[in-house]
């Protein structure tokens, strides 16, 4: 496949040269294009040392097959931009096209990935916001940026991503390319129809509702749509399910589907559907908090709510899981999403985190779309574009297939995983949130 690797001027644009060289040596061809102020932080020489085609130097440069202004996105399969400035994005949402890659990025139909890095205060500018968001609903994929070390010493979000996911998402967005290194992620298409026959997989949907009084409940924005469309993928992939959901869509063909309301009652019911399953997928948004007592008469006035935490269901069920089973979780943010999600995995002791920036737009709560990014505990971590729930559902799916053992699990030993007895009681005090 043919990328073009945008840089542009930022510190961060030595971290291009390893983005550069992993797609090279994952067999795709790349050109790289820099702007005039990415040249003041990283040599030509250099990308041209490791890039497969030369580095072009501008727009009236003439290029084999064409002019260059329009040649290169004409003829790429993705584009990436690593790292995209503030004001790189501010040209490209606008529409400019006066250097070779911002008009690059306007000549071309193939999908792009950007990858922003700048400073925290920049990031949060209601500018670079809207021109993310005006970005994002024109279809452009968008790689958060971290928090951590930024130039001049200072701290905090704005940091661009790292080599490995920012390869990763654009090997996701180019859909049919070699598996990036370092992930598992099974191929799309064929491969998945019935890849999960045999397999008992539990899923969990929708958002708890804790009773204040007969009348009144706390819950959360969930519609229950990402959980009921991953245990409508895995029917279809072939897998015995059993959906637990709290959400009132009707119940998936072919799913063997339980209705619960509180936090307590999906505990129980997924304790009790987990114990035998190959997978489980806590998809569900629970109450994070019930009241301590719910009056069984309607509350007439204001109460005074004393709140106590729910039970942590997922917790729970990764100390008390089989040898084997896979434990998926999800996580809701809307800022520092990454680095939050990354203490999540490890906090719940799931192999799968699939993170959703609920501010995002088309992404999260009540949307028939999403956007996530897919975390490994064994560090991998896959950007899946934004796409109906279904595909997000499959693509979840996909990685948990490749982590699944040959032949059943071990259904008669008891907790098998480290650190299972540290978070079961972590579970039942509701620390690991
Ligand atoms: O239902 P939709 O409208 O389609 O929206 C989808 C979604 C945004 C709800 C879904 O994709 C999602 O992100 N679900 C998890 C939301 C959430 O509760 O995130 P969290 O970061 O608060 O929780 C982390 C994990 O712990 C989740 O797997 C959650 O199920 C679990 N948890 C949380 C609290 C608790 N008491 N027990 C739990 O098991």
């Known amino acids: 496949m043919r990328i073009v690797l945008g840089v542009s001027g930022g510190v961060s644009a030595f971290k291009a040269v390893e983005v550069c060289r992993r797609l090279v040596d994952a067999g ?11 040249r003041r932080f990283v040599g030509v020489a250099t990308f041209s040392a490791l890039a497969s085609d030369p580095v072009p130097s501008g727009l009236w440069e003439p290029l084999e097959g064409g002019i260059a202004h329009t040649r290169l996105g004409q003829a790429a ?16 949402a606008a529409g400019l096209a006066d250097d070779l890659l911002t008009a690059t990025l306007l000549a071309t139909s193939a999908p792009v990935v950007v990858c922003p890095a700048m400073h925290t205060e920049m990031w949060e500018h209601p500018a670079v916001a809207e021109n993310v968001a005006t970005l994002r609903s024109r279809g452009v994929h968008v790689v958060p940026p971290e ?46 129809t019935g890849d999960l026959s045999g397999r008992e997989v539990v899923v969990s949907a929708g958002g708890t509702r804790e009773a204040i ?47 619960v309301e509180s936090a307590a009652e999906m505990a129980a019911a997924m304790a009790s559907a987990a114990s035998d399953a190959d997978v489980v997928v806590m998809a569900a948004a629970v109450a994070d908090w019930r009241p301590k007592v719910s009056a069984l008469q309607k509350v007439h006035g204001v109460p005074e709510l004393v709140l106590e935490p729910t039970p942590d269901i997922l917790a729970g069920l990764a100390a008390s899981r089989r040898p084997g089973q896979v434990l998926v979780g999800f996580a809701a943010e809307t800022e520092d999403v990454i680095e939050r999600a990354k203490r999540k995995l490890e906090q719940k002791g799931v192999d799968l985190l699939v993170v959703n920036d609920v ?5 999260g709560f009540e949307h028939d779309t999403n956007e996530v990014t897919i ?13 109906s729930k279904r595909q997000v559902a499959d693509s979840v ?25 540290e978070r079961a009681g972590q579970a039942r005090r509701g620390e690991s949130r």
């Open 77 to 92: 399969d993705a584009v990436v931009v690593a790292p995209a400035t503030a004001d790189l994005l501010a040209r490209y």
């Open 397 to 421: 799916l996909d990685a948990v297939v490749a982590r699944l053992r040959p032949g059943t699990l071990d259904r008669g030993s008891g907790p098998g995983t480290p650190g299972a007895e």
């Open 147 to 192: 928090s951590g070390r930024l130039a001049g010493g200072d701290e905090g979000t704005g940091r661009m991503a790292e080599p490995e996911t920012i390869v990763a998402a654009v090997l996701a967005v180019l859909g049919s390319g070699p598996a990036p290194a370092g992930t598992h992620d099974a191929p799309s298409g064929a491969a998945r």
């Open 359 to 363: 501010s995002a737009p088309g992404a």
């Open 375 to 387: 975390l490994g505990a064994d560090g991998t971590s896959t950007l899946v574009p934004l796409g």
């Open 28 to 38: 795709h061809r790349v050109t790289p294009v820099l702007t005039d102020a990415a």
């Open 213 to 259: 009084d007969p009348v009144r409940v706390i819950t959360n924005r969930s519609s229950g749509k990402q959980g009921h469309a991953i245990a409508e993928a895995a029917a279809a992939r072939g897998a015995r399910v059993t959906l637990v959901t709290a959400s009132g869509l009707p119940a998936p063909a072919g799913v063997h589907t339980v209705r």
